[in-house]
């Protein structure tokens, strides 16, 4: 699905114009045109040979092209060159753009919640996939995993491109951890607004926290498919880790109160860089690793 942001429209220019600027014939106001009829011959960019040409002047060009409606400058794209990726399919609604005008659609999480919305599939190691037309893909962490890395200092991105099992570093008080989508596929992009602002993107795991953008081939899907879990089955995992998180912090801490608990018995935000590293990292290993995923 397109867009709804992307319009057409017909732009008219000039080719012997130093600039070329392209007006959406909608906006202009053709009886002020010059260009249009005999005033043409009294412009300094006609050419000699067309001065006796009948009107429209022959250096004036005209063509379809699309735009984007929602972005702050318009910029017209011819429509002799493919349709941009991002703005003709599903992957538009990972558009900045797109999100900054229709946040409401994905709104950032609010606190206790453990959303997932029902159009993903999901990881049982705590990774969605948005699964589109031709191939596309989202990715990013599930609502349980942003909790866990809440307070992440630093992020890296280990598979900027190319076939690869997807794979961030993320660094919580001081230690490493790698998350790792569990299956590969062939990597466009991952999101550039992740190491300049990891904790925001957190916030926003469903949307405009995506981690990569990518391509499945078409022999891939199916087993890929069957590794995945539904939306309903992916709350599930996550109260259930979150028990098994609660559990724990209980067994790592018997003597006192624990202090990475938020009220409501849920774990503190930023968990993971609240507890000791190897504590951290056990916990790590128990729900979001790779291996995790696959003992389930
Ligand atoms: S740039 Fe973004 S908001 Fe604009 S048309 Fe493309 S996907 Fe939509």
Do not use: Q, T
């Given at each position: 699905m397109q867009c709804p942001f992307l319009k057409e429209a017909r732009v008219r220019w000039c080719r012997a114009a130093g600039i070329r600027k392209p007006i959406a014939e909608s906006q202009s106001d053709d009886a002020a045109c010059r260009c249009l009829d005999e005033r043409f011959r009294d412009c300094r960019w006609v050419s000699p040979e067309f001065h006796e040409a009948p009107p429209p002047c022959p250096h004036l060009e005209h063509a379809l092209v699309q735009y984007c409606e929602a972005a702050p400058l318009t910029r017209f794209v011819p429509?002799?060159?493919?349709?941009l990726t991002r703005c003709g399919t599903?992957?538009?609604?990972?558009c900045d753009f797109y999100l900054d005008l229709l946040r409401a659609a994905r709104p950032p999480l609010k606190d206790q919640e453990f959303s997932a919305p029902e159009d993903l599939f999901y990881t049982r190691n705590h990774w969605w996939i948005d699964l589109q037309e031709q191939g596309l893909c989202h990715l990013g962490a599930d609502a349980f995993l942003a909790r866990l890395l809440g307070g992440v200092e630093r992020a890296g991105i280990l598979t900027p491109r190319g076939t690869a099992f997807p794979a961030v570093v993320f660094t919580c008080g001081g230690t490493d951890f790698t998350v790792t989508f569990p299956a590969q596929i062939r990597i466009e992009?991952?999101?550039?607004h992740l190491r300049i602002e990891p904790r925001r993107m957190l916030r926003e795991p469903y949307s405009a926290g995506w981690l990569f953008r990518g391509i499945i081939g078409e022999g891939q899907m199916r087993e890929l498919k069957e590794s995945l879990i539904t939306a309903s089955e992916a709350r599930r995992l996550m109260e259930e880790d979150a028990r098994r998180v609660n559990e724990m912090l209980q067994s790592l801490?018997?003597?006192?109160?624990?202090?990475a608990m938020a009220d409501g018995g849920l774990f503190e935000e930023g968990l993971l860089g609240l507890l000791e590293p190897h504590e951290a990292l056990r916990l790590f290993h128990e729900t979001g690793s790779p291996a995790a995923g696959q003992r389930r």
């Open positions: 429509f002799s060159e493919p349709l599903d992957a538009h609604k990972y992009a991952a999101n550039p801490r018997p003597a006192g109160a624990v202090p």
